[in-house]
């Protein structure tokens, strides 16, 4: 059977959630259908791997090396899959095989046109993931909102696939936002009408509308939406603002939303959320409580640390306490006072010199006031620094990203890396295995011989520096295949002390916390 597809829009404003939507619908549907999501963006970036976090979030890294967008996190969380870096379309890719086409001739003796030629690649690529995974139903959302510029291109290829694959086989659905604006207690259509009218200017017709929105929708704005936008009332869905995004399935499962896909997509996959909503009460139900100094320096804007933070979620909802999160901005770090109170400290991935020699001094206090501590990426490096100036002696001991003149670099360049021109996909990237050492702490933690996580970085533990390291205490607890890179270090007879060259919290799930992750916050709750 072919698959069928559910295309994502948004309308009024950015960041309402399409991405959890997506996830969500996919969620429901999962029980019996194998569901591929698709992101299309209309950045010009090939991907997100070369901004800044500022400028859009945390970059989720795939197990095929993908840096895509934090979106596809939602999705592996709530579909429990591994996604591939061909499901992310940005508008930089789709011009780049328009370009390679072009070249190679595919386009002899004609004038190469937005339609049907940058259309037809973007259509062709959706239908091609389709077919490769043998995919039941592909869900496609469209990055940004119906009237950017950006993203006319993919909306005009969602227009023509119904002509395609037959309108039986497509459903269009649209987020939009109901406020209430204060003062007048009442829930306002017109955001969505008016959303709904540029989306319909563009030959999109939607099948279901999620009005987002503080509280349920009435049955007078369903009514009314329905009236104007031309859709069932059954299919006026709200879109609530809840305190975890775990709920959103629930809200959906409530208001009908899978009966109304069976229905209009002729498919059969009734969604089973008891083990889902035990966690979820969990999580809303904490036992105990416990802070955590998140020290990084990209505080300003959480979404940089997406992931972690849904690490710690799913964590919550496994050991029933609450996490409270201090977020500690590191570059002008000087008073330790900050950290008084705290019951864990993590240290985070990250760039660039700024806010590292506050993490180092953060680090030194953790491990000398034993408090449960986890670094990840650039923290495991920055753990490695400190304990080699303070440790085992090596004054001015440093990474030679932050200080090329270092007498001691501790921390060095992947040789592979020396070369490297291009800064954009050419990192370390995607998941690699590591060799858990015997006996340490990590090792018992997954209970495996051998962990795959997912990796993001250009520099490691210097291999000169291993001996000496490991003489004054410092346990590489995993390695990889080949005993170079050190991937996992930690220091025994603390609380906690443990980092990673990885990002484990990439390949957390609400079912199955990280073990890294698990591990922190239980020392941290002892």
């Given at each position: 059977?072919?698959?069928?597809f559910i295309i994502v829009t948004g309308g009024v404003l950015s960041g309402l959630g399409k991405g959890i939507a997506a996830a969500s619908i996919g969620h429901l549907l999962s029980s019996k259908l194998k569901i591929v999501p698709i992101k299309c963006d209309g950045y010009l970036n090939v991907d997100p791997g070369t901004m800044n976090p500022?400028?859009?979030?945390?970059?989720?890294?795939?197990?095929?090396?993908?840096?895509?967008?934090?979106?596809?996190?939602?999705?592996?969380?709530f579909l429990g899959v591994n996604c591939k870096s061909k499901w992310n379309l940005t508008m930089g890719k789709v011009f780049d095989m328009v370009r390679q086409k072009e070249r190679k001739g595919d386009y002899l003796g004609k004038t190469v046109?937005?339609?049907?030629?940058?259309?037809?690649?973007?259509?062709?690529?959706?239908f091609d993931v389709a077919r490769e995974e043998s995919a039941d139903l592909v869900i496609v959302e469209i990055g940004g909102t119906v009237g950017d510029i950006e993203n006319e291109l993919f909306l005009e290829s969602m227009r023509q696939m119904k002509e395609d694959i037959g309108r039986g086989n497509i459903v269009y659905i649209h987020l939009t936002y109901v406020p209430i604006p204060y003062g007048v207690n009442e829930q306002k259509s017109k955001p969505t009408q008016q959303s709904v009218n540029l989306l319909k200017q563009r030959g999109i017709f939607p099948d279901i509308i999620i009005g987002r929105c503080q509280e349920y929708l009435t049955k007078e704005i369903k009514a009314k939406i329905s009236s104007f936008c031309d859709v069932d009332p059954e299919a006026v869905i709200t879109g609530l603002d809840v305190e975890d995004i775990y709920e959103i399935p629930v809200v959906f499962e409530e208001e009908g939303l899978p009966g109304i896909l069976h229905k209009?997509?002729?498919?059969?996959?009734?969604?089973?959320?008891?083990?889902?909503?035990?966690l979820i009460h969990n999580l809303q139900n904490p036992q105990r409580e416990i802070t955590v100094a998140m020290c990084g320096k990209?505080?300003?804007?959480e979404d940089s640390y997406a992931s972690i933070i849904e690490s710690f979620n799913h964590c919550s909802a496994h050991l029933s306490c609450k996490v409270n999160l201090k977020w500690v901005e590191t570059t002008d770090l000087c008073d330790m006072s900050l950290m008084d109170g705290v019951n864990g400290i993590v240290v985070p991935g990250g760039f660039g010199a700024r806010g590292t020699e506050g993490k180092i001094d953060v680090i030194r206090h953790a491990r000398e006031n034993n408090i449960p501590f986890l670094g990840l990426c650039l923290g495991l490096q920055l753990a490695v620094i400190e304990f080699a100036r303070n440790v085992c002696g090596l004054k001015g001991a440093n990474s030679t990203e932050f200080d090329p003149e270092t007498p001691y670099p501790v921390i060095d360049i992947l040789p592979e890396q020396k070369n490297v021109k291009e800064k954009g996909g050419t990192m370390r990237l995607g998941a690699y295995p590591a060799v858990l050492k015997e006996g340490s702490m990590v090792r018992s933690l997954y209970g495996e011989k051998e962990a795959s996580e997912r990796h993001r970085h250009r520099y490691e533990v210097n291999p000169e520096y291993h001996s000496i390291l490991a003489e004054k205490g410092l346990i590489f607890s995993g390695?990889?295949?080949?005993?170079?890179?050190?991937?996992?270090?930690?220091?025994?007879?603390?609380?906690?002390?443990?980092?990673?060259?990885?990002?484990?919290?990439l390949k957390s799930r609400m079912e199955h916390p990280s073990p890294l992750f698990y591990g922190f916050i239980k020392a941290c709750l002892e």
């Amino acid at each position: 059977m072919p698959a069928k597809f559910i295309i994502v829009t948004g309308g009024v404003l950015s960041g309402l959630g399409k991405g959890i939507a997506a996830a969500s619908i996919g969620h429901l549907l999962s029980s019996k259908l194998k569901i591929v999501p698709i992101k299309c963006d209309g950045y010009l970036n090939v991907d997100p791997g070369t901004m800044n976090p500022y400028e859009h979030g945390e970059v989720f890294v795939l197990d095929d090396g993908g840096e895509v967008d934090m979106d596809f996190g939602h999705y592996e969380r709530f579909l429990g899959v591994n996604c591939k870096s061909k499901w992310n379309l940005t508008m930089g890719k789709v011009f780049d095989m328009v370009r390679q086409k072009e070249r190679k001739g595919d386009y002899l003796g004609k004038t190469v046109q937005y339609i049907p030629h940058v259309t037809d690649v973007i259509k062709n690529h959706i239908f091609d993931v389709a077919r490769e995974e043998s995919a039941d139903l592909v869900i496609v959302e469209i990055g940004g909102t119906v009237g950017d510029i950006e993203n006319e291109l993919f909306l005009e290829s969602m227009r023509q696939m119904k002509e395609d694959i037959g309108r039986g086989n497509i459903v269009y659905i649209h987020l939009t936002y109901v406020p209430i604006p204060y003062g007048v207690n009442e829930q306002k259509s017109k955001p969505t009408q008016q959303s709904v009218n540029l989306l319909k200017q563009r030959g999109i017709f939607p099948d279901i509308i999620i009005g987002r929105c503080q509280e349920y929708l009435t049955k007078e704005i369903k009514a009314k939406i329905s009236s104007f936008c031309d859709v069932d009332p059954e299919a006026v869905i709200t879109g609530l603002d809840v305190e975890d995004i775990y709920e959103i399935p629930v809200v959906f499962e409530e208001e009908g939303l899978p009966g109304i896909l069976h229905k209009k997509l002729n498919i059969y996959s009734p969604p089973d959320l008891r083990k889902w909503k035990q966690l979820i009460h969990n999580l809303q139900n904490p036992q105990r409580e416990i802070t955590v100094a998140m020290c990084g320096k990209y505080t300003r804007l959480e979404d940089s640390y997406a992931s972690i933070i849904e690490s710690f979620n799913h964590c919550s909802a496994h050991l029933s306490c609450k996490v409270n999160l201090k977020w500690v901005e590191t570059t002008d770090l000087c008073d330790m006072s900050l950290m008084d109170g705290v019951n864990g400290i993590v240290v985070p991935g990250g760039f660039g010199a700024r806010g590292t020699e506050g993490k180092i001094d953060v680090i030194r206090h953790a491990r000398e006031n034993n408090i449960p501590f986890l670094g990840l990426c650039l923290g495991l490096q920055l753990a490695v620094i400190e304990f080699a100036r303070n440790v085992c002696g090596l004054k001015g001991a440093n990474s030679t990203e932050f200080d090329p003149e270092t007498p001691y670099p501790v921390i060095d360049i992947l040789p592979e890396q020396k070369n490297v021109k291009e800064k954009g996909g050419t990192m370390r990237l995607g998941a690699y295995p590591a060799v858990l050492k015997e006996g340490s702490m990590v090792r018992s933690l997954y209970g495996e011989k051998e962990a795959s996580e997912r990796h993001r970085h250009r520099y490691e533990v210097n291999p000169e520096y291993h001996s000496i390291l490991a003489e004054k205490g410092l346990i590489f607890s995993g390695a990889s295949r080949d005993g170079r890179l050190v991937e996992f270090i930690e220091l025994p007879r603390m609380k906690y002390f443990a980092a990673t060259q990885a990002h484990p919290e990439l390949k957390s799930r609400m079912e199955h916390p990280s073990p890294l992750f698990y591990g922190f916050i239980k020392a941290c709750l002892e």
